[in-house]
């Protein structure tokens, strides 16, 4: 009785010391120390740009492509959460599904936690519950959560 209450206790210890969240410095090296890239948003002075639609903030963007799942717990594992759509593109799905805040700024499409009632890759056909809006150098899609390659889908962390 005694070994079996030793064994519980440590495999609980154990399984709570794997589930541990690591608070990342919310700089450019802290982002690199978890392999992630920092990415800058434009200015509102930036060419192109206004306060509507670009707010310079940064972003720690994972270093693998993903599914929407683990993009969320890649975020939460950093001490960060996924960006929602309205950060990341200040104003975009009203300005016809663009993104100026990130034109320029990323080469691959970043997941973000905000869901989509659209799949806009499927000629506008309802999405299922399980679609969430994805952002690119410029522009706004919606992807199945499930999806991770076609795309080159990473975390986009807040």
Same mark, same amino acid.
């Given at each position: 009785?005694?070994?079996?209450?030793?064994?519980?206790v440590?495999?609980?210890f154990?399984?709570?010391?794997?589930?541990?969240?690591?608070?990342?410095p919310w700089?450019?090296?802290?982002c690199?120390?978890?392999k992630g890239?920092?990415v800058?948003?434009?200015?509102?002075?930036?060419?192109?740009?206004?306060?509507?639609?670009c707010?310079?903030?940064n972003?720690?963007?994972?270093?693998?492509?993903? %599914?929407?799942?683990?993009?969320?717990i890649w975020c939460? =594992?950093?001490? #960060?959460?996924? &960006?929602?759509?309205?950060?990341?593109? /200040?104003?975009?799905?009203?300005?016809?599904?663009?993104?100026?805040?990130?034109?320029g700024k990323?080469?691959n499409?970043g997941?973000?936690a905000?869901?989509a009632?659209?799949?806009r890759?499927?000629s506008?056909?309802?999405?299922p519950s399980?679609? %969430?809006?994805?952002?690119?150098?410029?522009g706004?899609? =919606?992807?199945? #959560?499930?999806? &991770?390659?076609?795309?080159?889908?990473k /975390?986009l962390?807040?």
């Amino acid at each position: 009785m005694k070994k079996n209450l030793i064994l519980l206790v440590l495999s609980l210890f154990f399984t709570q010391t794997a589930l541990a969240e690591t608070t990342i410095p919310w700089t450019k090296e802290g982002c690199e120390s978890v392999k992630g890239v920092w990415v800058t948003t434009n200015s509102p002075t930036d060419d192109g740009c206004d306060a509507t639609h670009c707010n310079g903030i940064n972003f720690c963007m994972g270093p693998n492509n993903t %599914n929407w799942w683990s993009a969320l717990i890649w975020c939460k =594992s950093i001490g #960060r959460e996924l &960006t929602d759509l309205e950060t990341a593109c /200040p104003n975009g799905l009203a300005s016809s599904y663009t993104c100026a805040n990130l034109k320029g700024k990323i080469s691959n499409s970043g997941w973000t936690a905000t869901p989509a009632p659209i799949l806009r890759n499927n000629s506008g056909a309802k999405c299922p519950s399980s679609c %969430n809006y994805r952002v690119t150098s410029g522009g706004i899609n =919606s992807e199945y #959560r499930s999806e &991770t390659a076609m795309y080159a889908i990473k /975390p986009l962390c807040k």
